[in-house]
């Protein structure tokens, strides 16, 4: 079935840097995608209800603000609590130091992009590793 | 057919399924809105539109919030573009309604318009009645920024509400012809600026020469502060007492009905007609003789219709 990719943009905790989320929003729709975007300042909490309302396939999460090893697992972790984690790719991306990457990958964020990363990068690893078909 | 008794329980999952599978044009979805369509007509529909920025989606927020108050369940459909482009999408609404993720008695849903240019996407009708069975008391329907004919909400919804902003001016006169007829409570939102008083008194004078035998009422809101809110959900409360107690009501649903009727069954018969490949062959080589004026496109079209729509004796072919 043809159906486009639905992803939602969202960033976690106190962080006001939104360029970034915007870019990658923008450059998903242009890929044609379905971009859920739900603005700053959302707990990980409201992120995952979000994700399940909207029956997205890849929950993006940016984030600037040096929070991310506490930020990311968390949002994994509910997305597990509410059954969906099996169905959604979970990406992160923002300024994110690369000695942190291995760690949150292993707590189950699926690749993160940092900054120089072009767009396109993005979209391919999105088209390639989708959990459910569409 | 599980996910239809789920959706019955509540299960918000099982309802951002099923929009995702009416919105992907999945016949088990359609079967399952089918089975359980008794379901549905308990909801009261109510269609927020009016011009981009005017305040939308943050008055969604606060009408959520006060109906959420008053113990009632919420349902949100909040549309937004398509591009025609690239086929992709933001969706914005959600932005100012975080604030609701939360609240196990609200469910709110994006959508692409994918194309559909009346303000709404094809599958809002669908997703409305998803909404319905899942038990919300009020679904709350965030058309598009219109401009002058996206019209399409008054076939969804039992009451429209207008937005408007102050300093809309000429465009006050632009927009009055296709869509101002179609608003059956007007808010000005935005009352903090300048202007609004005027805004106000140019629309009333242009209701006042509307006829029939409900008067839009008009108030001002300042979403963001969440000011006339209350006076604002009077307003829909009376039109909604209107439509019950006139008998209008049933008269547009009944209306409504008729349009979805006539929109499903044309589209399945364009469905029969291309979407196989013997037709699409068939009709090629009938568009050939009528170029070359060996037969005419009238005759034509009957033809199509008993060999691919009609069967032998009459019935809808399989
Ligand atoms: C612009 C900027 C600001 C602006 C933000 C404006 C805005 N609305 O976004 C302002 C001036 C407001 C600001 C404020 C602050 N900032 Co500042 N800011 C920056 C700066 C210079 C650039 C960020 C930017 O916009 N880049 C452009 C965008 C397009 O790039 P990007 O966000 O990195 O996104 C790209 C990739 O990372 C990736 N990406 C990003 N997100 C995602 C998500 C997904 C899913 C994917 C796939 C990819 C992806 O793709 C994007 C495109 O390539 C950075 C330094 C830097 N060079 O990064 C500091 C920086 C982020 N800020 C920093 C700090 C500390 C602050 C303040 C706390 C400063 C202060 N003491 O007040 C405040 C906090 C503000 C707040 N409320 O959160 C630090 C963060 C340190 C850390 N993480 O440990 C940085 C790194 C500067 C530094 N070296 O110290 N800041
Ligand atoms: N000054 C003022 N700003 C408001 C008011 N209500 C909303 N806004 C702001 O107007 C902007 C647009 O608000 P939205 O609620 O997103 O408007 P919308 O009509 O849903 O927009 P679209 O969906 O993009 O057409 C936001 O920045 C709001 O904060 C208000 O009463 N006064
Ligand atoms: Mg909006």
Redesign the pocket.
Same mark, same amino acid.
């Given at each position: 079935m043809d159906r486009p990719i639905r992803v939602l @943009?969202a960033k976690p905790g !106190?962080? *006001?840097?939104?360029?970034? $989320?915007k @870019?990658?929003a923008r450059a998903l729709r242009d890929a044609g995608m379905e971009v859920i975007y739900t603005g700053l300042r959302l707990t990980p909490d409201q992120i995952v209800q979000a994700a399940l309302q909207e029956d997205v396939d890849v929950v $993006? !999460?940016?984030?600037?603000? *040096?929070a991310h090893g506490h930020l990311l697992p968390k949002v994994v972790d509910k997305l597990k609590e509410e059954g969906i984690y099996d169905e959604v790719l979970v !990406?992160? *991306?923002? @300024?994110i130091p690369e000695d942190d990457i291995p760690e949150l990958k292993k707590a189950g964020v699926a690749e993160i992009? %940092?900054? *120089? &990363?072009p %767009?396109g990068v &993005?979209i391919d690893f999105i088209k390639n590793n989708l959990k459910r078909s569409l | 057919m599980e996910l239809g008794k789920r959706l019955l329980e509540g299960d918000k999952r099982a309802a951002a399924r099923l929009i995702s599978m009416i919105e992907n044009d999945d016949p088990e979805a359609v079967a399952i809105l089918s089975a359980y369509f008794s379901h549905t007509g308990n909801a009261r529909v109510i269609g927020i539109t009016g011009p981009p920025g005017a305040g939308k989606s943050t008055l969604v927020d606060k009408l959520a919030k006060l109906l959420r108050k008053k113990d009632a369940k919420v349902g949100v459909l909040a549309v937004d573009p398509t591009s025609p482009f690239s086929g992709g999408s933001i969706l914005g609404d959600r932005i100012r309604m975080s604030d609701l993720n939360l609240d196990p008695g609200v469910f709110i849903r994006s959508m692409g318009t994918r194309g559909q240019l009346g303000g709404l996407s094809k599958s809002t009708l669908g997703a409305v009645k998803i909404l319905d069975i899942m038990g919300m008391d009020y679904i709350l329907i965030e058309t598009v920024g219109v401009g002058q004919s996206e019209v399409d909400i008054v076939k969804a919804a039992d009451s429209v509400l207008m937005v408007m902003v102050p300093g809309l001016g000429d465009d006050i006169q632009a927009l009055k012809a296709g869509i101002m007829e179609i608003g059956d409570v007007f808010v000005i939102n935005k009352a903090d600026r300048d202007g609004a008083d005027r805004t106000k008194t140019e629309i009333e004078m242009m209701l006042d020469f509307s006829h029939g035998d409900w008067r839009p009422p008009v108030s001002q809101a300042v979403a963001v502060n969440n000011i006339g809110i209350e006076e604002l959900t009077d307003n829909l409360d009376k039109h909604w007492s209107f439509m019950k107690d006139s008998g209008k009501l049933i008269e547009k649903r009944v209306n409504n009905s008729e349009l979805e009727i006539i929109d499903l069954t044309q589209s399945a018969i364009l469905k029969k007609m291309m979407g196989n490949d013997d037709n699409r062959n068939r009709i090629r080589e009938l568009a050939k003789k009528v170029a070359i004026r060996e037969r005419d496109p009238y005759s034509i079209s009957q033809m199509v219709l008993k060999e691919m729509i009609v069967g032998e004796e009459g019935g809808v072919k399989d």
């Open positions: @943009v !106190l962080d *006001g840097h939104d360029r970034g $989320a @870019v990658i $993006a !999460l940016s984030i600037l603000s *040096g !990406l992160g *991306g923002g @300024v992009f %940092t900054p *120089g &990363t %767009t &993005t | -």
